[in-house]
Every structure is written in structure tokens, then in C-alpha cells.
């Protein structure tokens, strides 16, 4: 895991303007569109009220999975003590919910691969907000080949997470939306 975690930082500055992870044993480089900021921003600034003191958010702080796998979720929710401990990279078992914003580069990774390696380490929650496709995929019900359970909402309705943090909700109204995305709300 260290040497995956050295492999990880190398990058971290090397590409600015893409966000940087390993997926499947590669480096990989996605650029990042305004959409993408704006939704993580209003996303952070919609939960963070909703956390009692004992939860923080991290945001694209490295989480080491497995060898070949050390992902930056967007937005993650973890226990406040850790979060206050300010490091380089965070076990995955403290995430209670992982949020992925999906930009054009990242549609199979946080579709099909995030989904395989939160769940099979036992995050609780995974949300994946689309602006290419108007619309956030909630998944529960963590399983060793993903979550078994998983809804499609488009923009528009408030979206709630049962966790044990509490019931966390997220308008998705006024979320951004790429003006090309194929399903706008």
C-alpha cells in the first residue's frame, strides 16, 4: 500500500487542472469542467449543515484501496477526528459515504469500477451526481460485487441517504448541467 501511495503523490501536482487517481493499476488523468466544481461546492455547502460535530467532509484526499486502486473521492463523509488529523491519505473503512462527481473522463470509473471497490470495502453509501446526464445515482447495500440496492433520480427532487450519520438529504435542484448532456432534468 505505501508504495501505491508514493506512486499516487508523484502526480498529485504534475497535471493541474485533472484530478489524479490509480484505477485498475494505472495513472489516470481526468480533466475537470466548471460543472464538476460547482456541483462538489454546492453539494459540500448542502451536507455540511446536515453533520454533527463527530462528521467532516474530505474532499479529493487519496483513499488506498487495494493494490492498483487508490481513489480521491470527491466529496467524503468521515468521522471529525480523523478529518482534523489533516493527512496525505485516509483508510477506506472510515468513509461512511463516498460522493463522485462524474466529468467525461470518469463515466466507467464511477459507474462500474468505484462502485465494485467501495462497496466491496464496506462503504455504506456511494452517490454519484451526473451533470452530463441531469441526474444522481444513489447506491446502499454494500456487496462484495457492488451495492445491491441503487436508484436514478434526475435533478429536480430533494435525494435523502440513510446512514449511520443520520438521514442526510441533497436538493439537486439548481445542480449544474452540461448544456450537451444527453438527459437534461
Same mark, same amino acid.
Given at each position: 500500500?505505501? +508504495?501505491?501511495?508514493?506512486?499516487?503523490? /508523484?502526480?498529485?501536482?504534475?497535471?493541474?487542472? !485533472?484530478?489524479?487517481?490509480?484505477?485498475?493499476?494505472?495513472? &489516470? =488523468?481526468?480533466?475537470?469542467?466548471?460543472? #464538476?466544481?460547482?456541483?462538489?461546492?454546492?453539494? $459540500?455547502?448542502?451536507?455540511?449543515?446536515?453533520?454533527?460535530? *463527530? $462528521?467532516?467532509?474530505?474532499?479529493?484526499?487519496?483513499?488506498?484501496?487495494?493494490?492498483?486502486?487508490?481513489?480521491?473521492?470527491?466529496?467524503?463523509?468521515?468521522?471529525?477526528?480523523?478529518?482534523?488529523?489533516?493527512?496525505?491519505? !485516509?483508510?477506506?473503512?472510515?468513509?461512511?459515504?463516498?460522493? *463522485?462527481?462524474?466529468?467525461?473522463?470518469? &463515466?466507467? #470509473?464511477? !459507474?462500474?469500477? @468505484?462502485? /465494485?471497490?467501495? =462497496?466491496? +470495502?464496506?462503504?455504506?453509501?456511494?452517490?454519484?451526481?451526473?451533470?452530463?446526464?441531469? #441526474?444522481?445515482?444513489?447506491? $446502499?447495500?454494500?456487496?462484495?460485487?457492488?451495492?445491491?440496492?441503487?436508484? &436514478?433520480?434526475?435533478?429536480?427532487? *430533494?435525494?435523502?441517504?440513510?446512514?449511520?450519520?443520520?438521514?442526510?438529504?441533497?436538493?439537486?435542484?439548481?445542480?449544474? &448541467?452540461?448544456? @450537451?448532456?444527453? #438527459?437534461?432534468?
Amino acid at each position: 500500500m505505501d +508504495r501505491q501511495r508514493a506512486r499516487l503523490a /508523484r502526480f498529485q501536482d504534475a497535471f493541474p487542472g !485533472y484530478r489524479t487517481e490509480i484505477v485498475e493499476g494505472n495513472v &489516470v =488523468a481526468c480533466p475537470l469542467q466548471p460543472a #464538476h466544481a460547482c456541483t462538489v461546492y454546492e453539494v $459540500w455547502r448542502r451536507l455540511e449543515p446536515q453533520l454533527g460535530p *463527530e $462528521w467532516a467532509l474530505i474532499s479529493d484526499v487519496a483513499i488506498p484501496f487495494a493494490e492498483g486502486f487508490e481513489f480521491c473521492p470527491d466529496l467524503a463523509v468521515i468521522p471529525a477526528a480523523e478529518q482534523k488529523r489533516n493527512l496525505l491519505c !485516509y483508510p477506506p473503512d472510515l468513509v461512511e459515504l463516498a460522493i *463522485e462527481v462524474v466529468s467525461p473522463g470518469s &463515466v466507467r #470509473h464511477d !459507474y462500474e469500477v @468505484k462502485d /465494485r471497490c467501495y =462497496a466491496g +470495502r464496506g462503504i455504506p453509501n456511494y452517490l454519484i451526481l451526473d451533470p452530463l446526464q441531469g #441526474h444522481v445515482t444513489t447506491m $446502499w447495500n454494500p456487496g462484495a460485487e457492488g451495492y445491491r440496492g441503487r436508484d &436514478v433520480v434526475p435533478y429536480g427532487p *430533494e435525494v435523502a441517504v440513510e446512514s449511520s450519520v443520520g438521514r442526510l438529504t441533497i436538493r439537486t435542484d439548481g445542480l449544474p &448541467v452540461d448544456p @450537451k448532456a444527453s #438527459h437534461p432534468s
